[in-house]
């Protein structure tokens, strides 16, 4: 069945260094990617997005990459802070669907200061 | 905040009781979900409105009944609800046909069936 997948339940980094959170995703025809961040006690918030068409797309401290031959999506934190701890998850959108998105588990995120 | 309120932030209520969960958009979008978020798995869509017309029912129990009486508000009615029913119940809205797909979450709200 369809699923999207992360490789590391759990990461724990220290502050300032750099994170990378990886997801599997399994339909290859799916043409939309997108971030989520999970704070504990909120719901899930956008980080960045990405559409099939790129490999790469960067935001603010944040980095999405792109390997679709492999299915592979991974999200890019630098000089990573207590702030970011967290829950994130990857998102994929089918090319069938107008809106629907299918999660992923979730990587925790644990920042030592 | 992301501009999607939910009410009640935590409710417990008993097998047999009958209760409903709130939730508003204040950004205009055309489209609202409903997700059941448990412990160790992926989040699960419920429900999905669009133009405030269901368009997906993802093989929900019928003891969970959606509603979508406008385009800014969405009820998720409970009744007879099982234990295994306990979960964080996450609203989302977005803009369909826009380029984005991005679905502004609410803050949930926290179940607990004793």
């Known amino acids: 069945g369809e699923s999207v997948g992360l490789h590391l339940p759990t990461l724990s980094v220290q502050e300032g260094d750099n994170s990378i959170i990886n997801c599997a995703y399994s339909n290859s025809a799916s043409d939309y990617f997108i971030w989520y961040k999970q704070e504990s006690g909120k719901g899930p918030q956008f980080i960045i997005d990405?559409?099939?068409?790129?490999d790469k797309r960067q935001g603010q401290r944040v980095t999405v990459l792109l390997n679709k031959t492999v299915k592979h999506l991974s999200l890019q934190i630098a000089a990573t802070q207590p702030g970011d701890s967290a829950v994130y998850f990857c998102?994929?959108?089918?090319?069938?669907?107008?809106?629907?998105?299918?999660f992923g588990k979730g990587t925790k995120l644990s920042v030592k200061p | 905040e992301t501009g999607v309120t939910q009410t009640p932030r935590h409710l417990v209520m008993g097998m047999t009781n009958k209760k409903s969960l709130k939730c508003e958009q204040h950004l205009g979008h055309n489209a609202m979900y409903w997700y059941k978020q448990s412990a160790k798995k992926p989040l699960e869509l419920m429900f999905v409105?669009?133009?405030?017309?269901?368009?997906e029912n993802n093989s929900v129990p019928s003891r969970f009944s959606p509603e979508c009486p406008n385009s800014s508000h969405l009820f998720l009615h409970l009744h007879t609800l099982q234990p295994e029913d306990s979960a964080l119940y996450l609203c989302?809205?977005?803009?369909?046909?826009?380029?984005?797909?991005?679905?502004?979450f609410g803050p949930g709200t926290r179940l607990t069936v004793t």
């Open positions: 990405i559409r099939s068409n790129m």
């Open positions: 409105y669009s133009l405030e017309e269901r368009v």
């Open positions: 998102a994929e959108k089918p090319p069938w669907s107008q809106g629907n998105l299918i």
């Open positions: 989302a809205s977005s803009q369909v046909a826009r380029s984005s797909y991005e679905q502004y």
